[in-house]
């Protein structure tokens, strides 16, 4: 496992993360999800993510379970904070008073002192950006977070909140956490300059554009059962993204060949792909099999040639970009 500097930070996080979205919400499969974390752990990934959100505060609770048998020092820990926990006006946002009980209670959920990276989940548009940030700043003062976060902010938003905390002497946004992969490019235009100036690195989530670039769904074939696309509950990224159009299938049977030629699999070269960019410092990646991250983790560390980005931006210059 190869890994990066956060950021402006000097925190290192593995090139692949592990992530708890839509893996952590049937209570039964516990057990299952704790050996992904533990295979993950014991091939070198040290950075886990989650969010208080996630499952209702399960996801915390069985990733901080999980995590209890290695030492505190040895991974880092991300959460979140800004959607709805509960009925009632203040147990959403990013208020002061939800930061802060909501921070206490993903402190006891995951069973830790303290979190490596707190993420604000969203921008909040009702709440004045200065009292979200001071919020923050006073969690790393008492020791309750590390460093702070943002995710899927919008350029605007993450320049202003950089300059506000650097005009209020607070303490910086050093991460963000936005959806980034081959079929959604959104970032590369605005927010990896705009992070790139203050100093802020990227997590991306959904690198393998929920889980079309791992090769499951091919061209003329029935789609895997048990995969997502399959499921109505988590189906709607799939859908509402058109990522199993012919389109998109079509550039997928594309990027395989040159996979293939490279000796790597799909997987592979699309977290590489990922990773050619020395903004992102990690991609979080979803797994229901310890099988799964060890394929995933064999990509860090593969560096694609001039040539073999070259073949791959053709194929996905074909259509429209995301």
Not at 118 to 124: G, L, Q, S
Not at 214 to 230: D, I, L, Q, V
Request: with cysteine.
């Amino acid at each position: 496992m190869k890994y990066r500097r956060l950021g402006r930070s000097g925190l290192q996080v593995s090139e692949i993360a592990l992530g708890s979205w839509l893996t952590y919400d049937d209570p039964g499969q516990a057990a299952s999800v704790e050996a992904v974390i533990h295979k993950a752990y014991e091939l070198g990934i040290n950075y886990f993510d989650t969010a208080n959100m996630y499952a209702r505060g399960e996801a915390e609770r069985v990733m901080g379970r999980a995590l209890a048998r290695y030492e505190r020092d040895s991974y880092v820990l991300g959460t979140k904070v800004y959607f709805d926990m509960g009925e009632g006006a203040n147990r959403k946002g990013l208020s002061r008073k939800h930061i802060m009980e909501q921070c206490e209670a993903s402190l006891k959920r995951l069973g830790v002192d303290y979190i490596d990276l707190y993420y604000c989940h969203r921008f909040d548009e009702n709440t004045p950006l200065d009292e979200t940030l001071r919020a923050m700043d006073d969690l790393v003062t008492q020791g309750k977070i590390l460093y702070v976060g943002i995710s899927e902010w919008r350029e605007w938003q993450i320049a202003e909140a950089a300059g506000l905390a650097e005009r209020l002497h607070l303490d910086p946004v050093v991460v963000n956490q936005p959806e980034y992969n081959m079929f959604t490019r959104r970032i590369e235009s605005d927010i990896v300059p705009m992070c790139e100036k203050h100093g802020i690195g990227q997590v991306v989530f959904s690198p393998l554009a929920h889980g079309v670039l791992s090769g499951k769904y091919r061209t003329g074939e029935a789609f895997p059962p048990g995969s997502r696309a399959t499921n109505p509950d988590h189906n709607h990224w799939i859908k509402s993204q058109g990522l199993l159009s012919e389109h998109r299938l079509n550039q997928i049977e594309s990027l395989i060949q040159v996979a293939d030629g490279l000796g790597i699999s799909l997987v592979q070269l699309a977290l590489a792909w990922n990773l050619r960019l020395p903004n992102i410092s990690s991609c979080i990646i979803g797994a229901t099999r310890p099988e799964q991250v060890e394929k995933n983790v064999a990509a860090s560390g593969i560096s694609l040639s001039e040539d073999t980005l070259s073949e791959i931006e053709n194929i996905l210059s074909v259509g429209d970009r995301n």
